[in-house]
């Protein structure tokens, strides 16, 4: 089995910046990719950016410029910078992770989540 433990999510004042941690632990052979999804009350999730194994990056439109992600992959760890923020972006944050476990069989596991308020 696989957990995710999220961190970082805190209220903030519109323009100022976070940075979010998730750390995966488990019987785990090797991570392929990690990503951040989000979402706020009465809305859809969606995904706010994705690190590949090569470590290629994907971001949402709406968060290029502001965010960054970056992944640690000794310590199975993946972060979010987020700089100038903006009350949309008001939302839980989920952490989510896809590798392969030490039996050879691949995984897909989603964290409980953080909070992120941005509210003046």
């Known amino acids: 089995q696989v957990q995710l433990v999220e961190s970082g999510g805190d209220l903030v004042q519109p323009g100022g910046s976070l940075r979010l941690s998730c750390a995966a632990s488990?019987?785990?052979?090797?991570?392929?990719?990690m990503g951040w999804y989000r979402q706020a009350p009465g809305k859809q999730r969606e995904l706010v950016a994705e690190v590949s194994n090569g470590g290629s990056t994907n971001y949402a439109d709406s968060v290029k410029g502001r965010f960054t992600i970056s992944r640690d992959t000794a310590k199975n760890t993946v972060y979010l910078s987020m700089n100038s923020l903006k009350p949309e972006d008001t939302a839980t944050y989920s952490c989510?992770?896809?590798?392969?476990?030490?039996?050879?069989?691949?995984?897909?596991?989603w964290g409980q989540g953080t909070q992120v308020t941005v509210s003046s």
């Open positions: 488990g019987n785990i052979f090797s991570i392929n990719a």
């Open positions: 989510d992770v896809q590798g392969t476990l030490l039996r050879g069989v691949r995984f897909h596991s």
